[in-house]
Structures are given as structure tokens and as C-alpha cells.
């Protein structure tokens, strides 16, 4: 019996739901009658289920009426019957909103091609909003199957989990009903209806035989901006049933772009919803980083279908798993389905991320403990999504592609259509692979906070390793992990298994290079002696992967934050980059840079700039300012990184001009054509934010309306910023303004007079925007370093908590203090050590 006022017994068991609804677009209501077969497992006085924001008209318990009572606060329906262990069938009968909070059953909105203003009904019920859908058990280890029924006026397109099996007509109505799904949990129940088109299906070869309907089901008129998102879709669901060596798991799959959606995706069983801008695009216009958001995101949710769908957590606890093991399978597809992106090269700066949280004293263990369900809200973060992807990178590496593969797919075919702990998939893998203690391994990451610093010293003709867990600041945790550390000496790979405090490990000689973290897929950092270093550098960098040479700079970068290196030193060690051709390395160094720009002002950020600049330029001018023939895709995202690196903070006048130009260029490279709106808009007039907002407005792709309104935040002056302000607080969809105003306040001009407005609009902001959006929202505070803005903030938000997003809350105000801290240091002897202008 489960003692958590949160959880519902299981003395009564769901079994199947038969469901029809009605909505009423028009007036934004719904009306709907659920019948759900059970099972009642010991004698029982009542049946308690989940009900929110509905009224229920009556309730039937085997054909016959029963009292019932509505408790909001608790969101429970008790039916009063008394009964012994047997099957039982409720009926209850109810009406409800489709509210504009962007969960339950709610509604989005569009403006047609004739100004009128078309609604659409569509659902996202994770964690615990079908219970604002229907009457249902509410909770994921309550698996049961779905006959759904939608009752919707002619001419507008219905869709949910199963394939459209029957449409008949009714009082001038059509009733659509739909297939019985396989048992699933409640979060990933979906129905949309609206005036939507469809694309024609394709049909997708299913492993065993016959085929998978996929199509993509979008707003009127924007179908030729579907092909890019089927043939990743195709590619995603022939790979899994390949990588898993498991059928796709039900009968069809829809992928719908919606205009609003709190989430980027939701991976509801074969009734994927969607934001536009992350289902539909034009290739021809979108940059590398556009599609390749597109790529990741229909990948990791289609990777849901198995681990997620089909096997599902007990409880929200183990939400990380899910969400961590999509977010490696992502990259893992996304890799192959275009290798030229390099995308586990790429993953490295999602690491990063991670690195940054978990660096914090405030942060958490990937896994812990969940009461209430919006407990798990705190999970949806970058520890969950990139340090797990990120563990779940590292073990397979540490045991190979083939041996883990096989450990999941023995994990998924033992607990298909159930529910499971985390502890089941290292039991599962550790099966597979029963020469490592994967299960002993993982703990040591999943249940302990942070992450361990590696350092390597030489002695003699031995290395040691030495682990401590690394922080910003002092640290003298003695938390130790298991750490699968590769090494590579003198080009030879070998494995070692660090678990305690030191390790030694022999070398063929005293002058042997060694890499630590080879291929640079732990999640570790690593501190060389200087012994070791030195035959890292120079001319031996090349011999370095990518990825290798990523995280060199990116732990250097890092040493400066937590006050171990001094910025001027990591410039200089910058500038040694200059024969560097990899997107991730400059990637990581222009995100160093823009680090030290942010320390200084005036006269030595003038200095800086031409630093930067003739760091910069030159290699800008050896791949050319616009693309050749045959070029890669990330050769033109490393000319547009140092575009907008030059235009930004390098402060290159001759770069802004041919900004301005390439914006006006219809026949522009998309790369330069998203660089040049970065840059122009750092450097924008009034003019220039005329231009954007009608962009903005009527853009030719969702990747257009992103680009130009996210840029928005990009501005310079007070002017200009308070446009901006009163644009997210009016007409910008609530999906995105929090996202905008976010990025307004780390806008180095204008983030303290952004952040003085979200302040005084408090309030207003937290009943307008999602609440999943409002922790996001603030996050850029960490960038605001000067002591009274840092006093003000601090002060804040001692008053004014944010309850579902209370641990990235402290992580952003530890952040802050942090950079505070770093901003103290440097400031004052960054100015003398970057020396006098040339």
C-alpha cells in the first residue's frame, strides 16, 4: 500500500479505457464520457482516480448510478462502492476547457489566409495533466489501453495515439474512432483537432514485415516544408527497429507541428506532437544548427517509442532515465543519419552545459527521490538530459558499441509493455556484459552528485591518476566515482578503471605522450602536470581528435571560472589555435572568449577586441567569406561561428557592413544569412529593429521567425530594449517571450534594464507564461555580475521563490555568485596583463 498522498492505491487497476469527446472550439470547451474497465485487487469501500479542472455530471459503476465527490485540491474523484476483488466498469460522463495554460486538453491558435483566427484543440499530458483531459489513473505504472473517439465538426482533421479505424456522421458531426492502443501510461495520451492537412504516408518498412504509415500533419499551406522532417522520421524508425532489434511498437506514426507547445516535443505513442519550428523546415534556407535541431528532436522523441512507450518508468523518479537514454539515442541516430555532422563531436558542447551545473555546489544527483509528481518538474534539466546522455555515452564506450547495444535490447525485450527501475537497465546491461560492474559503475554517478577532476602527473615511467571532485572554488569533497578512464599512450589505447582515490599506470618510457579521457567521452575534466601537457601542444594538437582538442580548451576556459588560471592566460592560450579548422574547438574557444569580453570594458575590451580580431580574422579570410563548391555543412557553421564572433565582440567594422549586406541577399548562405542577423542586431538601429519585428512577423519558415525574434534580445539600446519588453509581454506567443526576455537579460548593454522589467512585472509574467518556462526564464541573471545587480537579484528571489524550479533556481543564483566572483578577480588585472594597445 503506498503511504504517499501523491500516489493512488492500487487496490483498484485499470485495465482499458474506452473514451469519446466532443470539443467545442469555438466556445473552448469540451464535453466527453469515459468508460474504463478495472480490476479491483482486494475489498475496498471506494475507487479513487484522478480528476482536475472538470465537472462531472454523473458516474455509473457497473450500470449503476453511484455517488461520487470531487476533491480540486487533492485532483481526486472517489466513487463511493463498496465491492470485493473482481472486475468492475466505471462510467462517468463530464465537461471541461480547453484552457490556454498550454496542458491538459488545451487550445493553439492560428491566423488563416483570410485574417480569421482558426483554433486548434490538442493535448500534453505529462506529467499529470490527463486528468485534465478525462477521469483517469493518473499515474505511469497504471498501464491500461486507449479506444478513443472523437466527435469533431465536418472538415476539420482528428488524430490520437491509434490509426483512424471508422468515421461516420452523427447530428451533423463526425465521429472518428480510432485503433486500441497497446497498454501505455497516461502522460502520453494525445488527441488534436483542428483545420490541419496532412502529408500523403510513408509507408516505412516494419522489422517482420508489412510497413509504418508516417506522415507529418501540419497548418494549412505548409507542406512543402515537410520533407526534411519525413526523411528524418523514415531514416529515425528504420534505424531503431534496427539498433533495438525490435519492431516499432505500434500501428502508425503522426508527427503534428503545432503553433503553440510548451515543450519542444512530446513523444505521446504514434502522435508526436511538436513545435513548428522543430518539425518543419527548408532545407534550402535553414543553417546547419537549424536542421540539425530538427534532426535531434524528431530522433529523440521517435527513440521514445522503446524506451520511454513500450518500457516505461514505475514512477517520476525514474524520468531521468527516460529522457537521458532518448537524448544519447538522439546523437547515436542522428550520427548516422548524416555522419558529416560530426554529431558526437558537437554532443561535446552539450557536455559542457552539464559540466557547468554540475561544477555548483547546489547541484543535484541525476536521480532522486520524487513525492508529489511536480517534484520531477526539476528533472527536465540539464542533468537529466546531457550529464545522463552523457553517462550513457561513457558506459558504452567503456564497454563497447555491440556489447551495450545488446545489453539494451535484452533490457527492452524482457520489460517490454512494463514498467521498471533504473537499477533494471544496469541489471540488464551487466547481463549482457558480465565481465563489468556496470550496475556498481553507474551508481556511483546516478546517486552521487558532481563529477571527479582527473589529474595525471609522470613518475618515472609511471602515470598516476589521481581523482577529486571538481567545483568551482575550493573543494575538498572526498565523493569518489567510478570512472572509466581511457588513455592513449604513444597512439596505443588502454582502459583502467579508476575507483579509488590514486591509480598508477606503467608507460613504455619517461617520454611518453599520454591523452587522458581518450576520445573525450568521459565525463570527467583533466588536469595534465606540466610534464605531460607539453607534448599535448604545439604541433602534437593535430594528433589529437577533435573532440580531444575541445575539451582541451573548454577545462582551460573552466580553470578560469574557478580561479586557477587567469583569463589573459587562457587569451594566450587562445591564440595558439590559430591553424585550428574543427567547428567544436572554435566553438568552445569563441564561448572562452565571449567569457573574458564579458570581464572587461572600456579601454581593455577595446584591446581585447583587436585581440580577438587578429586571432579571428585571419582564419575567416582562409576559408573565404562565402562558401565554395562542394563545401561541408559545418565548414559554412565555422565561417557563420566566426562571423558572428568577429561582428559581436571582435568589433570588426568591415564584418557589420557585409552583415548588413548579406542580410539583404536573397541569394545569401543560410549560414551567413543567421550570422549577419546575430550581428546586426548587436550593432542594430532603430531601423534595423523596424526590420526585424515585421520579419519577425511574417516570416517565410519557422526558422525565420525564430531567428528574427530571439534576435530582438540582441539590441543595443535602453530605447530599443523597451520595444522589445513590451513585445514579449504582448504579442509574442507565450511559448516563446519568457525564452526572448531570457535572452534580453543576458544581452551584455542591456540585461540589468531587462531584468529591473521582468521584476516589476513579476506577477504578471508567472500568469502569462507556462510554468514549466518561468526557472528558464531567469537563468541569463548569472550573467549580471556587478555587485548591486547581484545584491538585487540575490534579494529577490529570497522573496520570490520559484517552486517548480527551485534547484535550477539556486543553481542560477550560485552561478551568479560565481561569476561575481570571477568578474572581482579579473577586472581590475585584466586590463594590465592583455598589455598596451598595438
Known amino acids: 500500500m503506498h503511504t504517499n498522498p501523491h500516489r493512488l492505491a492500487r487496490s483498484v487497476v485499470p485495465q482499458a479505457y474506452t473514451l469519446a469527446l466532443e470539443p467545442d472550439l469555438t466556445a473552448a470547451t469540451f464535453t466527453g464520457h469515459v468508460v474504463i474497465d478495472a480490476v479491483i485487487n482486494e475489498p475496498i469501500a471506494e475507487i479513487v482516480l484522478n480528476a482536475a479542472e472538470l465537472d462531472i455530471a454523473r458516474v455509473q459503476v457497473d450500470g449503476h448510478d453511484a455517488e461520487f465527490r470531487l476533491d480540486e485540491a487533492t485532483q481526486r474523484l472517489t466513487v463511493v462502492h463498496a465491492a470485493d476483488p473482481a472486475g468492475v466498469v466505471l462510467a462517468i460522463d463530464f465537461t471541461g476547457t480547453l484552457n490556454d495554460k498550454l496542458r491538459g486538453w488545451y487550445r493553439s491558435t492560428y491566423t488563416d489566409d483570410h485574417g480569421v483566427e482558426q483554433v486548434i484543440a490538442t493535448s500534453q499530458m505529462q506529467a499529470t495533466d490527463c486528468r485534465r483531459a478525462f477521469p483517469c489513473f493518473d499515474e505511469p505504472d497504471f498501464k491500461a489501453t486507449f479506444d478513443v473517439t472523437l466527435i469533431v465538426e465536418p472538415g476539420l482533421l482528428a488524430v490520437s495515439n491509434g490509426p483512424e479505424i471508422e468515421r461516420t456522421r452523427h447530428d451533423g458531426k463526425d465521429v472518428v474512432r480510432f485503433g486500441r492502443t497497446m497498454p501505455m501510461s497516461t502522460y502520453l495520451v494525445a488527441f488534436v483537432v483542428g ?37 528524418a522520421g523514415a531514416f529515425a524508425l528504420g534505424w531503431y527497429q534496427d539498433y533495438y532489434g525490435i519492431p516499432y511498437p505500434t500501428d502508425k506514426c503522426d508527427m503534428i507541428a ?10 505521446n505513442l504514434g502522435c508526436i506532437t511538436y513545435r513548428e519550428t522543430l518539425l518543419l523546415a527548408d532545407p534550402a534556407q535553414a543553417t546547419q544548427q537549424e536542421l540539425q535541431n530538427l534532426g535531434d528532436v524528431i530522433t529523440h522523441e521517435l527513440a521514445h517509442m522503446w524506451f520511454g512507450d513500450l518500457v516505461t518508468m514505475r514512477w517520476w523518479n525514474g524520468i531521468w532515465l527516460n529522457e537521458a537514454f532518448a537524448t544519447f539515442m538522439e546523437v547515436a541516430c542522428c550520427d548516422a543519419f548524416r555522419p558529416e555532422w560530426q554529431r558526437w563531436a558537437s554532443f561535446a558542447l552539450e557536455r559542457s552545459m552539464a559540466f557547468e551545473v554540475d561544477s555548483l555546489a547546489s547541484t543535484r544527483t541525476v536521480e532522486f527521490p520524487v513525492g508529489a509528481p511536480e517534484d520531477c518538474e526539476g528533472m527536465f534539466d540539464l542533468l537529466t538530459y546531457q550529464k545522463g546522455g552523457s553517462l550513457l555515452r561513457m558506459l558504452e564506450q567503456y564497454l563497447g558499441e555491440e556489447q551495450f547495444r545488446a545489453g539494451v535490447s535484452h533490457y527492452l525485450t524482457t520489460h517490454e509493455y512494463g514498467n521498471t527501475e533504473t537499477g533494471d537497465l544496469w541489471d540488464a546491461i551487466e547481463e549482457a556484459n558480465p565481465q563489468t560492474p556496470v550496475r556498481r559503475l553507474m551508481d556511483s554517478w546516478i546517486w552521487q552528485a558532481g563529477y571527479p577532476l582527473v589529474s595525471a602527473s609522470l613518475d618515472g615511467t609511471r602515470i598516476v591518476l589521481r581523482q577529486q571532485r571538481f567545483g568551482f572554488g575550493d573543494t575538498d569533497d572526498a565523493t569518489l566515482f567510478v570512472v572509466p578512464v581511457h588513455l592513449s599512450i604513444d ?3 588502454r582502459k583502467v578503471l579508476l575507483d579509488a582515490a590514486e591509480a598508477t599506470v606503467e608507460l613504455p618510457s619517461a617520454e611518453a605522450a599520454v591523452v587522458v579521457n581518450a576520445g573525450g567521452h568521459g565525463f570527467y575534466r583533466v588536469a595534465y602536470d606540466e610534464t605531460l601537457r607539453s607534448r599535448l601542444v604545439g604541433e602534437a594538437l593535430s594528433a589529437l581528435t577533435v573532440v580531444e582538442r575541445y575539451n582541451l580548451v573548454d577545462d582551460a576556459w573552466n580553470e578560469v571560472v574557478a580561479g586557477r588560471l587567469e583569463a589573459a592566460a587562457f587569451v594566450r592560450f587562445a591564440e595558439g589555435f590559430g591553424d585550428e579548422r574543427a567547428l567544436a574547438v572554435w566553438q568552445a574557444i569563441a564561448g572562452g572568449l565571449r567569457g573574458v569580453w564579458r570581464l572587461a570594458d572600456g579601454d581593455v575590451r577595446t584591446r581585447l577586441a583587436e585581440r580577438i580580431r587578429r586571432l579571428v580574422r585571419p582564419v575567416l579570410d582562409d576559408l573565404g567569406w562565402s562558401p565554395a563548391a562542394g563545401e561541408d555543412d559545418l565548414t ?8 558572428t564572433l568577429l561582428g559581436t565582440v571582435g568589433g570588426d567594422a568591415e564584418v557589420v557592413d557585409a552583415a548588413r549586406r548579406w542580410l539583404d541577399d536573397a541569394d545569401a548562405d543560410p549560414e551567413l544569412v543567421a550570422a549577419s542577423t546575430a550581428v546586426v542586431a548587436a550593432n542594430g538601429t532603430d531601423a534595423d529593429l523596424d526590420r526585424f ?5 511574417s516570416p517565410a519558415t ?28 504582448g504579442s509574442v506567443r507565450t511559448q516563446d517571450a519568457p525564452f ?58 529570497a522573496e520570490h521563490p520559484i517552486p517548480q524550479a527551485a534547484k535550477s533556481l539556486d543553481q542560477t543564483l550560485e552561478r551568479q555568485r560565481v561569476n561575481a566572483a570571477l568578474y572581482a578577480r579579473e577586472h581590475e588585472r585584466l586590463g594590465g596583463a592583455l598589455g598596451s594597445p598595438s
Open 195 to 231: 483545420k490541419l492537412e496532412a502529408t500523403e504516408a510513408v509507408d516505412v518498412p516494419r522489422l517482420g514485415g508489412g510497413s509504418i504509415p508516417l506522415r507529418i500533419i501540419h497548418l494549412p499551406g505548409k507542406g512543402h516544408l515537410t520533407a526534411f522532417g519525413l526523411e
Open 258 to 267: 503545432l503553433p503553440d507547445f510548451a515543450a519542444g516535443a512530446m513523444e
Open 491 to 493: 597512439g596505443v589505447p
Open 636 to 643: 559554412g557553421k565555422l565561417r557563420g561561428t566566426l562571423v
Open 693 to 697: 519585428i515585421a520579419r519577425y512577423r
Open 702 to 729: 519557422p526558422q525565420e521567425e525564430r531567428r528574427y525574434l530571439y534576435a530582438l534580445a540582441d539590441f543595443p539600446t535602453e530605447a530599443q530594449m523597451a520595444r522589445v519588453i513590451d513585445l514579449a509581454f
Open 740 to 797: 526572448v526576455l531570457g535572452r534580453a537579460i543576458g544581452n551584455p548593454a542591456r540585461g540589468t534594464q531587462v531584468w529591473e522589467a521582468v521584476r516589476r512585472r513579476w506577477d504578471d509574467a508567472n500568469r502569462r507564461f507556462p510554468s514549466n518556462t518561468i526557472g528558464r526564464m531567469v537563468e541569463s541573471v548569472k550573467l549580471l555580475v556587478e555587485p548591486a545587480a547581484v545584491a538585487d537579484v540575490q534579494a529577490f528571489f
